[in-house]
Nanobody, 124 residues
Framework: VQLQASGGGLVQAGDSLRLSCAASGLTFIQYVMAWFRQAPGKEREFVASINSSGVRKNYADSVQGRFILSRDNSKKMLFLQMNDLKREDTAVYYC??????????????????WGQGTLVTVSS
């Protein structure tokens, strides 16, 4: 299984950015997909998750209303549209996969596959 995250970069506060995650080596539709992030000196934290069909989503309170998670099962792709970015969104963002359809889990230990991370830096 390979998850390849991309799309990070340096932006200003208030800007938008779209992250992508390309999956291979798994039956994509059988997996819950999620984004986590880790800021310097902090623990990895949950950002958002999406069920296998893409209909149901779960967001951290800190990103609710600003970030939009989606997936394209035909292309085995996961996306995170990040709007109105804030300095506190600065982090390395990781996509993750979990077999099954429990998309409520926010614990990183519940996700068995991880991408390499893409850095998002938001300047004021």
């Amino acid at each position: 299984v390979q998850l390849q995250a991309s799309g990070g970069g340096l932006v200003q506060a208030g800007d938008s950015l779209r992250l992508s995650c390309a999956a291979s080596g798994l039956t994509f539709i059988q997996y819950v997909m999620a984004w986590f992030r880790q800021a310097p000196g902090k623990e990895r934290e949950f950002v958002a998750s999406i069920n296998s069909s893409g209909v149901r989503k779960n967001y951290a309170d800190s990103v609710q209303g600003r970030f939009i998670l989606s997936r394209d099962n035909s292309k085995k792709m996961l996306f995170l549209q990040m709007n109105d970015l804030k300095r506190e969104d600065t982090a390395v963002y990781y996509c993750a996969a979990r077999y099954g359809n429990n998309f409520y889990s926010r614990a990183s230990r519940d996700y068995g596959y991880w991408g390499q991370g893409t850095l998002v830096t938001v300047s004021s």
